[in-house]
């Protein structure tokens, strides 16, 4: 144990050196594909199981149990099937992530009241800009909701897979900071993870706070 | 057969198919077979190394789970039943809940040293703040008037708690207790992935190492399904109690 001071120092050091730049941008780069490949995956095979009803009846215990499944445990396979590095890492969080997502963009898309069908039937718009111009929008607090969840999942596939085996990254840092009795650097990068995480869910739950209010939604 | 099982099975039929054309494919060096992995999987079952690992896990998931539901219902009720403490606490469950406790483990290895109570320990940082979410939230939804009622009929607060809040509140805490569990066998199974020295999570890190297709497959399926068994049992018994109340 150190003191919070000397953590703070020892970030504080790590951050001026530059010597963790790579492991840092490592994390953000593959976070942030893995996040979109969530969010825009999930997002068109939740739109696409809401159209297709008898489909999405079938999946639907899939879904709901996904989470109850240590999905983490999958990761050794797909560093089999990827190799240890970057896509290995992407796919986990990925994989983390998109559930969420498709089960919050059927939540959303459910939710959209009817009189908004109707008038996208009477504008006589394509199913696709139906579903881009009216339902994206009015879906929007339930979508932001899936977002937060699967920026949340996916850093935690991630971190969890640089943890266990990587090449590089913050988890990746942490990790061998603990192996290597190199408390201050552990401590540091540690801490500057948890900033991270905690900045990106404050300011994705002020987002979600706001739009639920504008919509008066719960 | 109703219309929902044949759903599931088609499901599963479909899994299996794209499992043994993914292994046509790609080849026994990345996919091992689905029949090669279910009979790989009746081996491990038979052995005593599989079981000697299965006990340190199962030993582990059911003291963090024990620990972490009776942490997670005081807490929950703590704060559910002050309101300030409540408003307070929210935002700060909800973001802990939300870091990857996976960074945690280091500390956890360091306070507690590379044992079972670390294991436990991890698992109970994962499984608590669910389920003390969720306790907070349904003690807080219970009607206003049954606990006016309670304070009429001059309950103490224990026979307050176990005869009126107790009751209203199950359905809503055994979700809680449902995603409680399942993310403590994550945390245990994650905890065993980065450094232990037995169990099942520790067996499958061993066959990544040396690059063992089929018991990482086998061990995978396995784990999968006593994860489903887990929260199918569960599943019943929630819709159960829901029926009841």
């Given at each position: 144990m150190i003191p919070p001071t000397e953590i703070a120092g020892a970030l504080w050091h790590i951050l001026?050196?530059?010597?963790a730049n790579n492991d840092i941008a490592f994390t953000v780069v593959n976070t942030s594909a893995a996040i979109a490949l969530s969010i825009v995956?999930?997002?068109?095979?939740?739109?696409?199981?809401?159209?297709?009803?008898?489909?999405?009846?079938?999946?639907?215990?899939?879904?709901?149990?996904?989470?109850?499944?240590?999905v983490f445990i999958f990761y050794p396979?797909?560093?089999?099937?990827?190799?240890?590095?970057?896509?290995?890492?992407?796919?986990?969080?990925?994989?983390?992530?998109?559930?969420?997502?498709?089960?919050?963009?059927?939540?959303?898309?459910?939710?959209?009241?009817?009189?908004?069908a109707k008038t996208a039937i009477v504008m006589r718009l394509s199913p696709l800009r139906r579903l881009l111009l009216l339902r994206l929008p009015a879906a929007a607090p339930h979508l932001?909701?899936?977002?937060?969840?699967?920026?949340?999942?996916?850093?935690?596939?991630?971190?969890?897979?640089?943890?266990?085996?990587?090449?590089?990254?913050?988890?990746?840092?942490?990790?061998?900071?603990?192996?290597d009795f190199d408390n201050r650097t552990m401590y540091g990068m540690l801490l500057l993870l948890l900033i991270l995480v905690m900045a990106v869910n404050g300011a994705l739950s002020h987002w979600e706070k706001?739009?639920?209010?504008?919509?008066?939604?719960? | 057969m109703k219309p929902q099982k044949y759903d599931a099975l088609v499901l599963a039929?479909?899994?299996?198919?794209?499992?043994?054309?993914?292994?046509?494919?790609?080849?026994?060096?990345?996919?091992?077979?689905?029949?090669?992995?279910?009979?790989?999987?009746?081996?491990?079952?038979?052995?005593?190394?599989?079981?000697?690992d299965a006990a340190s896990t199962g030993i582990a998931f059911g003291y963090a789970c024990i620990i972490g539901i009776a942490g997670g219902l005081l807490l929950g009720l703590a704060l559910g039943l002050h309101r300030f403490a409540g408003d307070v606490a929210d935002p700060i469950l909800g973001t802990v809940y939300s870091i990857?406790?996976?960074?945690?483990?280091?500390?956890?290895?360091?306070?507690?040293?590379?044992?079972?109570?670390?294991?436990?320990a991890f698992g109970v940082i994962h499984g608590i703040f669910p389920v003390a979410i969720f306790t907070m939230n349904a003690v807080r939804n219970v009607a206003p008037?049954?606990?006016?009622?309670?304070?009429?009929?001059?309950?103490?607060?224990?026979?307050?708690?176990?005869?009126?809040?107790?009751?209203?509140?199950?359905?809503?805490?055994?979700?809680?207790?449902?995603?409680?569990?399942?993310?403590?066998?994550?945390g245990i199974l994650i905890a065993e992935l980065f450094a232990s020295s037995s169990g099942i999570g520790f067996a499958l890190i061993r066959a990544t190492e040396i690059h063992n297709v089929v018991d990482i497959f086998a061990l995978t399926l396995l784990l999968f399904l006593f994860a489903v068994a887990i929260n199918t049992l569960l599943h019943i018994a929630e819709r159960r109690v829901r029926h009841d109340a």
């Open positions: 001026v050196s530059g010597k995956l999930g997002f068109w095979l939740g739109a696409a199981l809401h159209a297709l009803p008898r489909a999405r009846r079938a999946f639907e215990p899939l879904l709901s149990a996904y989470y109850a499944v240590p396979v797909l560093i089999v099937a990827f190799g240890v590095g970057r896509s290995s890492l992407i796919a986990m969080g990925a994989m983390f992530g998109i559930v969420a997502m498709i089960v919050n963009t059927m939540t959303g898309l459910d939710r959209v009241p009817a009189v908004i932001v909701t899936g977002i937060k969840l699967a920026v949340a999942y996916s850093v935690i596939g991630i971190v969890a897979g640089e943890f266990i085996l990587a090449t590089a990254g913050i988890g990746k840092r942490i990790a061998f900071g603990y192996q706001r739009l639920h209010h504008r919509f008066g939604q719960q | 039929a479909g899994f299996l198919v794209s499992w043994e054309i993914l292994y046509l494919l790609v080849g026994a060096d990345v996919v091992s077979a689905p029949a090669a992995t279910l009979s790989r999987a009746v081996t491990l079952l038979r052995g005593r190394n599989f079981w000697n990857p406790k996976i960074t945690l483990y280091p500390i956890i290895l360091l306070i507690f040293g590379l044992s079972l109570t670390a294991k436990i008037v049954h606990r006016r009622t309670a304070r009429t009929l001059r309950l103490s607060p224990v026979a307050t708690v176990v005869m009126v809040l107790a009751p209203a509140a199950i359905p809503e805490i055994l979700s809680g207790i449902r995603i409680g569990i399942a993310v403590t066998l994550l």
